[in-house]
């Protein structure tokens, strides 16, 4: 093997993903049903950070001491799949529940809407490496509101039925691959490698902005998190990696009903044959391509991008300001700010707490600052409303009703992007291990999020048209499309929608934690 290849080799190493080694907390949906006592705080009329940061710091996570109170309340409930639950104290009450990707999950009942994030723990061992433990059977304190948001409280919740609980999964220490610059060279050889490919439907380029950087700061200024397995060698790293795929192939297709394939069948009957927000009757609702620099942003960028959009379609008023990236990003509790954070909890937040427009926090990728510039109680009020997942809770999308939803404006897609994805200059993309299936309905890893603004056909080859967060130069003109139909990259196992509502309640949602500079 050339040295040159051999290192190629590593690269791909460093772009793949195996382990759960950069998350917090690793909770299924199979961990989470059953029986649970939610141990309620008193409510407010103020919302509360229930001792979270804004935004949230996994390592400094509030305790259940702050929860101790006689006016605490106790409520039993029941999860069971796919997305129900049942008070265990009266069946007569029902709702809806979902997990938000792996980190904690959202129930809707008794008239009131609690979120939580799932709970763990962080170590250090003595040689200094980390270790997370999920303790999915308790979750850390989280925040309930009224159904129609005119009251607020922090709460808790405790599995009173047997569950795995405990998963503990170690950090490991990246390839010192990881931080060596790549120069052109090695650049134009991928480069050359992807456009020899027979049958491909893409071309690749060299971006110069990637020249002399290494793997770390690619990822960084992409907004990606990866983690390595050095304790393989490169080629057992990857034929492992392509077996248990396989395995994960051959699964899936037996399980596969024609049930999926009815519904597309119905959707492209009645849906148009392409969708572009770009040019809808020759009007474009999207912002300029923004770059999200190295600040992991990506899902506050896309969420913000499709509710301004989604504004702009509503109103139909094309000189609407786009609502501001900052203020969720650096303001919310839900999320990690520049560490990442998921587009379910961004819009979320954004009806909790409201909307501002850009020119009240403009977009800071570096050093942001929890504060703004204008005085919100001058201006309209707008929030966030009917923020879900497509298909009613997480893993319950599919391409179909992806594109039923997109008649109604731009959404949220994300995706588990390979290492070539990086050099994506035009065409559909399809990753190096596209397959033919339906997703994986529990949980499937992405680390990316963009803004699904169309569909289409190119050649035969049906595709997802996505706006990016790395700029302009990047793709066709900051956008690529990627093969529909087939969840390549995890594209349609998590999609979120929301819409934009004024804002009716009388309380300022603004003045408790912002600073007005």
């Not at 200024?221 to 304790?231: A, F, L, T, V």
């Not at 009757?281 to 301004?308: F, H, K, W």
């Not at 992405?446 to 700029?471: I, R, T």
Request: with cysteine; proline share 5%.
């Amino acid at each position: 093997m050339t040295y040159l290849l051999q290192r190629m080799v590593l690269i791909i190493i460093c772009f793949n993903w195996l382990s759960l080694a950069d998350l917090p907390v690793h909770c299924l949906r199979h961990q989470i049903v059953g029986d649970w006592e939610f141990y309620i705080g008193p409510s407010s009329t103020e919302r509360s950070s229930c001792g979270h940061k804004q935004p949230d710091v996994e390592s400094q996570e509030p305790g259940e001491d702050r929860m101790l109170s006689d006016n605490t309340s106790t409520l039993r409930i029941t999860l069971s799949n796919p997305n129900n639950v049942i008070m265990t104290t009266d069946s007569t009450h029902r709702g809806t529940w979902t997990m938000v990707y792996d980190e904690g999950f959202e129930t809707r009942i008794d008239n009131r809407i609690f979120f939580a994030f799932s709970n763990f723990e962080l170590s250090r061992d003595a040689g200094g490496v980390k270790h997370n433990v999920s303790h999915c059977d308790r979750t850390l304190v989280g925040w309930y509101s009224a159904k129609n948001q005119s009251e607020f409280g922090c709460f808790y919740g405790r599995k009173t039925s047997p569950t795995v609980s405990f998963e503990e999964i170690e950090v490991k220490k990246m390839s010192p691959a990881y931080d060596q610059p790549l120069g052109e060279d090695y650049h134009r050889s991928v480069v050359d490698k992807l456009n020899s490919r027979e049958g491909t439907t893409w071309t690749a380029a060299i971006y110069p902005r990637l020249v002399g950087k290494s793997l770390r700061e690619i990822n960084k200024m992409s907004g990606i998190k990866r983690s390595s397995r050095p304790e393989d060698t490169p080629l057992e790293y990857l034929t492992r990696i392509e077996r248990i795929r396989s395995r994960r192939r051959n699964r899936i297709e037996l399980e596969r009903t024609s049930l999926l394939d009815l519904e597309m069948l119905s959707a492209e009957r009645t849906l148009p044959d392409s969708i572009d927000w770009r040019n809808m009757s020759g009007v474009n609702y999207l912002e300029p391509i923004i770059d999200q620099g190295s600040c992991g942003s990506c899902y506050t960028v896309a969420t913000m991008r499709m509710l301004s959009a989604r504004h702009k379609i509503k109103t139909r008023d094309l000189t609407a300001v786009p609502w501001s990236i900052s203020f969720p990003l650096y303001c919310a509790e839900y999320n990690q700010g520049c560490d990442g954070g998921y587009a379910f909890l961004a819009s979320k937040w954004s009806s909790d707490v409201g909307l501002l427009p850009a020119t009240c926090a403009k977009y800071t990728p570096k050093d942001g600052k929890c504060e703004l510039t204008c005085d919100p109680s001058t201006i309209p009020k707008y929030k966030a409303s009917n923020y879900h997942y497509v298909g009613g809770y997480y893993g319950g999308s599919s391409a179909a009703q992806i594109m039923k939803e997109l008649v109604d404006g731009p959404l949220v897609l994300s995706l588990e992007p390979a290492s070539d994805l990086i050099y994506y200059k035009s065409g559909v993309y399809k990753s190096k291990l596209q397959t033919n299936f339906t997703h994986v309905p529990e949980w499937e890893r992405v680390d990316h999020a963009v803004l699904l603004v169309g569909y289409g056909e190119d050649k035969g080859q049906k595709y997802w048209l996505l706006q990016n967060s790395w700029g302009p130069d990047w793709g066709e003109d900051g956008y690529f499309r990627i093969a529909r139909g087939y969840d390549d990259s995890g594209v349609e196992s998590i999609a979120v929608a929301a819409d934009v509502v004024k804002e009716h309640r009388p309380q300022d949602m603004f003045k408790s934690f912002v600073k007005i500079t």
